[in-house]
């Protein structure tokens, strides 16, 4: 079974996401979206005609997006059917967070890796 497809995307605390997000633009060219993400486009090696992103996002300090991790990232990592690889590490004795979630943007599982990372697993929609 074919996990791990790729990086979906790179998460972060701030103190000041905006102060960052603008640092980011004048020193690296790097420019958010009106919600503060960048998505960098790709097309995959084996279907270049499929376009594919990684979503590079700072987060407000406080944000319980990561919990319960206390970590200040949190890797996204893109994966090719969600629901059957979460089963499996569940079975292989990964801790899996019971709510997944699906939105317009595919769908959304999360793990913790053994030092308390909460990693995000996703499964992007048929046409990303």
Known sequence: ??????I???FFKSQDPQKLQ????EHLGIKPGSDGSVAFEWRDKDRPEQVGYTVWAPFKQDTKYFDPSTASFMVNFRVADLHALLELLRKEGVTVADETEQSEYGRFGWI?????????LWEPPEST
Not at 112 to 120: L, V
């Open 1 to 6: 079974m074919e996990r791990v497809t790729g």
């Open 22 to 25: 603008e640092w980011y633009k």
């Open 8 to 10: 979906g995307g790179i």
């Open 112 to 120: 913790m890796d053994p030092d308390g990372n909460r990693i995000e």
